[in-house]
Nanobody
């Protein structure tokens, strides 16, 4: 099993920045090759944002956040981050980190999920 514990999030104004963190633990988390971030707004499906790996440094982003969001890892702390800059009201959603055995943009390919954290951007 893999456990993902998220922190960060909150209420901010348009143009602000936030950083989300996700700490991975568990017996098999080293087998989780892809670490991704997704979000889900009310009434919407789960939207892919970014994915990276623990070792290769490969980073892939959704067009909607490219240039504003940055995914990164700290392998020593088993932590994945999502730095979010220049936030907009349309970024308001519940944000999730997730782990998969390979790199993917598809939420259905992710085996483990964090508990979710609310990000609200006021105009």
């Amino acid at each position: 099993q893999v456990q993902l514990m998220q922190s960060g999030g909150g209420l901010v104004q348009t143009g602000s920045s936030l950083r989300l963190s996700c700490v991975a633990s568990g017996r098999t988390f080293n087998n989780m090759y892809g670490m991704g971030w997704f979000r889900q707004a009310p009434g919407e499906g789960r939207e892919f944002l970014a994915v990276t790996t623990w070792s290769t440094g490969i980073r892939t982003y959704a067009d909607s956040v490219k240039g504003r969001f940055t995914i990164s890892t700290d392998s020593a702390k088993n932590t994945v981050f999502l730095q979010m800059n220049n936030l907009r009201p349309e970024d308001t959603a519940v944000y999730y980190c997730a782990a998969a055995s390979f790199v993917s943009r598809e939420a259905t390919n992710y085996n483990y999920w964090g508990q979710g954290t609310q990000v609200t951007v006021s105009s």
